[in-house]
């Protein structure tokens, strides 16, 4: 006989949706067709496939640089403090600004940069919801935010694609996190490898819809800097909606968060349909 799996307090419930409504928000494609005025979906097609794969190529290398960069730099910090999210908006406006002025080249330069300082962003979302960036769980937690930017075309597309994606990524989180538990962060060794690629095959999927703002001709006024500020605000929302999840799950089971993040579903669709 199965568990019984009580209904979240209303304060928590409250929170529960609130984190549904910022991991489940208009993907960054709409956003970014929003700045420029032209949909990003319908260039994805007339990508050739060339510069598809240097785009893939780019965000594995965004991945691997940021993470190794969050080994190094990632202290303790006190669990609960106010995160600063304007300030690594700030770091990103100008590497954007730099990588839009060279176009393709420029991204690929900028692109690393941008993702340590978005990585370190999600870290301190983190830290305001109660986790400490110096212990292994909540760094690898960090590492999984980046791969909420897209869903590929394999994904469970019956459950929510947050914890679709939470459950394709989870035998590599746990063998990543017991990797770093044990003090040998290298993101060269096997257990992260496999996460951070299967990391960077869902967040080159935003990196592409990023450069293809980037070169569309419609662009105009919207420069490298606003693209870039569209994109950190992107995961950091949905940062905050991972945390808030993770903060409910260990105050009342994983089981029960997701049934009720489960339940949120059919109600989100009834109002949106009046």
Not at 72 to 92: F, M, N, Q
Not at 149 to 166: I, Q, V
Not at 215 to 222: D, F
Not at 247 to 253: Q, V, W
Request: glycine share 10%.
């Amino acid at each position: 006989m199965g568990d019984i799996l009580w209904p979240l307090p209303p304060a928590d419930q409250a929170e529960l949706e609130r984190a549904r409504a910022l991991l489940e928000s208009p993907g960054l494609a709409v956003q970014l067709a929003n700045v420029i005025g032209a949909p990003i979906e319908g260039m994805l097609g007339r990508l050739p496939g060339p510069a598809q794969r240097l785009l893939d190529r780019a965000a594995r290398k965004a991945v691997e640089t940021a993470f190794r960069a969050a080994l190094l730099t990632l202290r303790e910090g006190t669990p609960g403090a106010a995160a600063s999210p304007r300030l690594h908006k700030a770091a990103v406006a100008g590497t954007g600004a730099v990588g839009g002025f060279f176009g393709l080249p420029g991204l690929l330069v900028e692109l690393p940069l941008t993702t340590t300082a978005m990585l370190r962003s999600i870290a301190d979302i983190a830290r305001s919801e109660g986790e400490s960036p110096a212990d292994p769980g909540t760094r690898i937690a960090c590492l999984e935010v980046l791969a909420l930017g897209g869903a590929r075309s394999d994904d469970d597309g019956a459950e929510s694609g947050y914890f679709a994606t939470r459950a394709a990524l989870a035998q590599q989180v746990t063998a990543a996190t017991r990797y770093v538990a044990a003090g040998m962060g290298s993101g060269a060794a096997p257990a992260m490898v496999k996460l951070i690629q299967g990391v960077a095959s869902r967040f080159s999927i935003p990196v592409t819809q990023k450069a293809l703002a980037q070169a569309a001709p419609l662009v105009g006024a919207a420069s490298g800097a606003t693209l870039n500020l569209v994109f950190i605000s992107h995961f950091q929302q949905a940062a905050r909606g991972h945390f808030i999840v993770r903060r409910l799950e260990r105050k009342h089971g994983e089981l029960a968060v997701r049934a009720a993040y489960a339940a949120l579903a059919p109600a989100a669709s009834s109002r949106s349909s009046r």
